[in-house]
């Protein structure tokens, strides 16, 4: 029994000592997130951009601007209004966007760049700093990361002492997110220290996951084998100390006692963070592999039969027009905005009844791998979401998006406006993401405000590193 009691000993030290700098690199980045995602967090003027009601329809139709300029087929074309002018902004079949006068039909040269930072400086409410550097970004990276999910974006990076950089998504006119110095440093940081990015970099992400998960897995080994040495020797811990204080002896082995009580008390706190990363690197393991593929459509300027001026909405009312194929028809996607989005044929003119829900479909069994309206058995549901929520949260950015919900308990959330999945939450993903918000970004202390709920989570990591801390030094002093 003392044998496997000092084997205990050994192997808690070793898978201690193995996780020690993982654990001190996770819980400081821990602790600075709050700083990052709230305190710290600069502010803008405006988050959100909502163009002001069209006056007057343009003078030329959009099939008028395409003869105009020689265009015979397009990915997509939508309308927009800004520097005074309205311009039709049709995406190319080479995935560019040009600019041409609603008016003259006139090209807008390096309309979109023009676009990129009028709408910078609308989000900034700063119509005077000067534009440092504007670049198209097509991938991710330090500063601007997976997590803000939209791509491409346009960087418009500002002269001004913050340094403060705006990423602009000009096809649905919206903002990516906005960085200033202190945060650009932060986030570099976070994603070295709390996700490893350096590893994905040299080996690919599949190794980072598993090394991750590896350690992870050490982690909870420790902790296991620290509570079963507690288990085992806590009538002599407790014998210990009575004849310490009998015999008025100076207590020598107080980082040992430290690091047992602290850690006894953040044990489920350790566990919860634990058992959560494990979970959510597993699923991120499993569910590596090919790129999706991405729903894409050629648009020919003879299928639009009838003039978007045509069609009977009020402009005052139209928040942005774009054109979508499918079902062997090409239709005016006309958004308002209150959020509703309906639907024009563009060779008839004639009102596409839940015209969204059945484009949602569509696309929700294209991205699953069954294009078309193939029966499902069972009832499909197909419900608008405006609002993020614990299943669709803020992460996913988009919004609105229509929640396809299959009978199979697959989830899938569409932005028809783009004609892209926002996201899949089926079974074990479900699950992950409730475990992985609730259990690891303490989401269940919502209730309490998004200041106590940080701090708390402070806390929760600042106990995990104090008892990792402890245990170093205990290790230090025994030798």
């Known amino acids: 029994m003392a044998t496997a009691k000092q084997n205990f000993y050994k192997w808690h030290r070793i898978l201690g000592l193995t996780a020690l700098v993982p654990v001190i690199m996770w ?16 502010v803008i003027a405006q988050e959100v951009y909502k163009p002001a009601p069209a006056k007057t329809k343009p003078a030329l139709s959009l099939q008028q601007v395409l003869n105009k300029n020689s265009i015979d087929s397009f990915i997509n ?10 311009y039709y902004q049709v995406l190319g079949t080479d995935s560019t966007y040009n600019y041409y006068s609603a008016n003259t039909g006139v090209l807008l040269p390096g309309g979109d760049k023009l676009y990129a930072t009028y709408l910078a400086r609308y989000f900034t409410q700063d119509s005077t700093s000067k534009i440092k550097a504007i670049s198209l970004q097509k991938t991710f990276d330090s500063h601007y990361q997976p997590i ?4 491409p974006v346009w960087k418009v990076a500002f002269d001004t002492p913050n340094g403060m950089d705006v990423y602009i998504e000009t096809g649905q006119s919206r ?32 190794v980072r996951v598993l090394v991750l998960l590896v350690i992870v897995s050490i982690m909870f ?11 085992l020797f806590w009538k002599k811990f407790k014998a210990a100390q009575q004849n310490r204080k009998a015999g008025n002896r100076k207590d020598n082995r107080f980082v040992h006692r430290f690091h047992r009580q602290i850690g006894l008390i953040v044990s489920f706190v350790m566990l919860t963070f634990v058992i959560s990363a494990a979970f959510h690197l597993a699923v991120k393991l499993h569910n590596i592999g090919p790129e999706q593929k991405s729903y894409t459509q050629v648009i020919s300027g003879k299928d639009l039969t009838v003039s978007n001026l045509a069609l009977p909405y009020a402009d005052s009312s139209v928040k942005n027009i774009n054109l979508v194929k499918f079902n062997d028809s090409t239709w005016y996607q006309v958004s308002d905005f ?12 004639t009102l596409l009844t839940d015209g969204d829900t059945q484009y949602a479909r569509w696309l929700a069994n294209f991205y699953r791998g069954k294009p078309g309206a193939k029966k499902v058995k069972g009832t499909v549901n197909i419900t608008q979401v405006r609002q993020f929520d614990n299943e ?32 899949k939450v089926a079974g074990i993903d479900r699950a992950e ?4 918000i609730f259990l690891h970004k303490y989401f269940g202390m919502s209730w309490a405000g998004k200041n106590i709920r940080d701090i708390v989570s402070m806390l929760a990591a600042l106990g995990v590193l104090v008892v990792s801390l402890f245990g170093f030094s205990a290790f230090i002093k025994n030798k």
């Open 27 to 42: 819980t400081l980045s821990g602790l600075s997130h709050p700083f990052m995602s709230n305190w710290f967090r600069p």
């Open 77 to 86: 074309a939508g309308q927009i209004s800004f520097n005074k002018d309205t």
């Open 148 to 151: 803000n999910r939209l791509l």
């Open 175 to 206: 903002m990516g997110t906005f960085n200033n110095n202190t945060r650009k440093v932060m986030l570099a940081v976070f994603e070295q220290m709390h996700t490893w990015q350096f590893l994905a970099d040299i080996a690919g992400d599949q």
């Open 221 to 231: 080994l420790s902790l296991l084998s620290g509570l079963t040495i507690y288990g």
């Open 338 to 349: 209150k959020k509703n989005i309906t639907y024009y044929n563009t060779q008839t003119g």
């Open 392 to 423: 669709y949260g803020f992460i996913n950015k988009r919004l609105p998006v229509q929640k396809v919900a299959y009978p199979t308990g697959e989830n899938w959330y569409i932005e028809t406006t783009t004609s892209q999945p926002a996201t």
């Open 433 to 436: 993401g409730f475990s992985f």
